[in-house]
T-cell receptor, first 116, second 114 residues
Framework: DGGITQSPKYLFRKEGQNVTLSCEQN?????MYWYRQDPGQGLRLIYY???????QKGDIAEGYSVSREKKESFPLTVTSAQKNPTAFYLC???????????????FGPGTRLTVL | SQQGEEDPQALSIQEGENATMNCSYK?????LQWYRQNSGRGLVHLIL?????REKHSGRLRVTLDTSKKSSSLLITASRAADTASYFC??????????????FGAGTRLAVHP
């Protein structure tokens, strides 16, 4: 799981509530990513950020929001607008282009969100 | 959208046997990567092969890439029970620029029995 931490490991939320998932990295990576994984499926990209104060929507951004105020932090908010938020959420980071391993994404351990 | 499709979806073998997983994709790529995921955990990067490479080795892993067929295979030799996990291929499409957006397949679930 490298130098990426996600918290909490398990999260329970009532319908209609917003919830924020934490992702912190100490790898000095510029790019950070949020993915969603549903049972038996691959990962789908929610949001990504190349640099501080900049982020882009991925394939399934509706109902989610992010911020990138610091290089090492990329929190994801799951809003009440997300219709089916129960899933496993994975954060990843990547170093600068031109450095060894810069095409590789390093993943955190994940947060399992359950909506009650 | 999911670009990679792994085959088979599930694979069950005995320790010591080889395991082969295949991945097909749709668009031109910069590189293709294989990741491993233990149940309920994050993904771990295994190996990356660039579009101008045809084969790459890392320990017991061998990856091939055929860009004309838009396919890749991952071979794990002399498998161990500890290799039990899900394996995902992920592609970086040529059009992703510097964002390095990975597109994942649904994965192959490998079970290695002692």
């Amino acid at each position: 799981d490298g130098g990426i931490t996600q918290s909490p490991k398990y999260l329970f939320r009532k319908e209609g509530q917003n919830v924020t998932l934490s992702c912190e990295q100490n790898l000095n990576h510029d790019a950070m990513y949020w993915y969603r994984q549903d049972p038996g499926q691959g990962l789908r990209l929610i949001y990504y950020s190349q640099i501080v104060n900049d982020f882009q929507k991925g394939d399934i951004a509706e109902g989610y929001s992010v911020s990138r105020e610091k290089k090492e932090s990329f929190p994801l908010t799951v809003t009440s607008a997300q219709k089916n938020p129960t899933a496993f959420y994975l954060c990843a980071s990547r170093g600068l282009r031109g450095l060894a391993g810069s095409d590789t994404q390093y993943f955190g351990p994940g947060t399992r969100l359950t909506v009650l | 959208s999911q670009q990679g499709e792994e085959d088979p979806q599930a694979l069950s073998i005995q320790e010591g046997e080889n395991a082969t997983m295949n991945c097909s994709y749709k668009t031109s790529i910069n590189n293709l990567q294989w990741y491993r995921q233990n149940s309920g955990r994050g993904l771990v990067h295994l190996i990356l092969i660039r579009s101008n490479e045809r084969e790459k080795h890392s320990g017991r892993l061998r990856v091939t890439l055929d860009t004309s067929k838009k396919s890749s295979s991952l071979l794990i030799t002399a498998s161990r029970a500890a290799d039990t996990a899900s394996y995902f291929c992920a592609t970086v499409p040529s059009f992703s620029g510097g964002y390095n957006k990975l597109i994942f397949g649904a994965g192959t679930r490998l079970a290695v029995h002692p």
